[in-house]
């Protein structure tokens, strides 16, 4: 299917250890970007990527890491999750073009105990 | 100072009654502007694109003001299912391509 997903849509882990949240497109969009939202919070930009080996800081990287091997794929690591990394993590994705629309995943829920 | 600031409300709206609320942004580059709704922490959907002009889609109307450096939503004859939060994004200038949020605008429209 068309669109973009992200997995898994909930995940607990404790703290310390690393999980990695996945986000995959298939409109070749050549933007994606990871936000996290906390509880009545707006959006928070974590990383972002213009292209494929292009990836860069948002406002709130610490403690996240990024790749982006392949355009359709931008996985989203908590290296040593900590109970503050507790949130909704939103994936996205937009064409190269500033004035078109973002797309948005399911969001994944983490719970750091 | 956030980038982009928003009202967080709740606004409370009789059904059938108009609703306006604004939204303001620091950086004076910006290029393109949006206003998403969001349900109850799903995810953000676009609502509307924001011109210059102003534009208008149905029962809502979206004004950019460049100098005063806001925009604005208006939501006419409201209805219980325009119950959820609305966010602000702002894009491009300095900040390149990366859709910079407002922290929303919660709507709740009662019988």
């Known amino acids: 299917d068309a669109g973009i997903t992200q997995s898994p849509r909930y995940k607990i882990t404790e703290t310390g250890r690393q999980v990695t949240l996945m986000c995959h497109q298939t409109?070749?969009?050549?933007?994606m970007f990871w936000y996290r939202q906390d509880l009545g919070h707006g959006l928070r930009l974590i990383y972002y990527?213009?292209?494929?080996?292009?990836?860069d800081k948002g406002e709130v990287p610490d403690g996240y890491v990024v790749s982006r091997s392949k355009t359709e794929n931008f996985p989203l690591t908590l290296e040593s999750a900590t109970r503050s990394q507790t949130s909704v993590y939103f994936c996205a994705s937009s064409d190269s073009a500033i004035e078109t629309e973002a797309f948005f995943g399911q969001g994944t829920r983490l719970t750091v105990v | 100072r956030k980038e982009v600031e928003q009202d967080p409300g709740p606004f409370n709206v009789p059904e059938g009654a108009t609703v306006a609320f604004n939204c303001t942004y620091s950086?004076?580059?910006?290029?393109?502007f949006f206003w998403y709704r969001q349900d109850c922490r799903k995810e953000p959907k676009l609502l509307m694109s924001?011109?210059?002009s102003g534009n208008e889609d149905g029962r809502f109307t979206a004004q950019l003001n460049r100098a005063s450096q806001y925009i604005s939503l208006l939501i006419r004859d409201s209805k219980l299912s325009d119950s959820a939060t609305y966010l602000c994004?702002?894009?491009?200038?300095?900040?390149?391509?990366?859709?910079?949020f407002g922290g929303g605008t919660r709507v709740l429209v009662k019988p």
């Open positions: 994004v702002v894009n491009g200038g300095a900040a390149g391509n990366k859709l910079t």
């Open positions: 950086n004076s580059a910006s290029q393109s």
């Open positions: 924001v011109y210059s």
């Open positions: 409109w070749s969009h050549s933007y």
């Open positions: 990527s213009a292209a494929a080996d292009i990836t």
